[in-house]
């Protein structure tokens, strides 16, 4: 009897270590996300599963996803911690020089100008007229941000690494 237990486990175990595996990266590393929304638009239009990567540093116009109370949202980074974020007739200012801002969709609306602490990101929706980002909510603090995402698996007509 105890042979067969033992004989069980050994066939299990490489099923086991495998699900195990699977845990430990979808919790540490990386794990599907669905965007919902249009405030990335026209970056992404709200309907795509993308993966979020939980390691590694976060630079300058990395998409984000941020933990904002009980929902989650896509942003792009455009303050890094120590900044000082200005924005004025449509215009980005980061410590007082004018940034060619590419990716926005929509008038920016101005804001008075804020110093982010250390452990602090300012982030925009590409879709400046209906996100709901910095410019509302207030400067994302890091613990908050789960990771980066730039890589659509879905749709697969999308497949694939976003440009920066």
Do not use: C, H, Q, W
């Amino acid at each position: 009897m105890k042979d067969k237990i033992i004989k069980n486990i050994k066939e299990l175990l490489p099923y086991i270590l495998i699900l195990l595996a699977i845990i430990l990266v979808r919790t540490f590393v990386a794990t599907p996300i669905k965007v919902n929304g249009n405030s990335m638009y026209e970056t992404l239009n709200g309907k795509e599963f993308m993966i979020l990567n939980k390691l590694g540093k976060i630079d300058r116009y990395d998409i984000v996803v941020v933990d904002n109370d009980d929902e989650e949202l896509i942003k792009r980074v455009y303050g890094m911690p120590g900044e000082k974020i200005e924005i004025e007739n449509n215009n980005i200012y980061i410590n007082d020089k004018k940034i060619e801002d590419k990716y926005a969709y929509g008038n920016t609306s101005s804001m008075e100008t804020i110093t982010l602490k250390d452990d602090e990101y300012f982030v925009l929706g590409d879709n400046r007229v209906v996100s709901l980002d910095s410019r509302i909510i207030g400067p994302v603090k890091e613990k908050n941000i789960k990771g980066t995402t730039n890589f659509i698996i879905y749709p697969f007509s999308r497949f694939g690494s976003l440009e920066k």
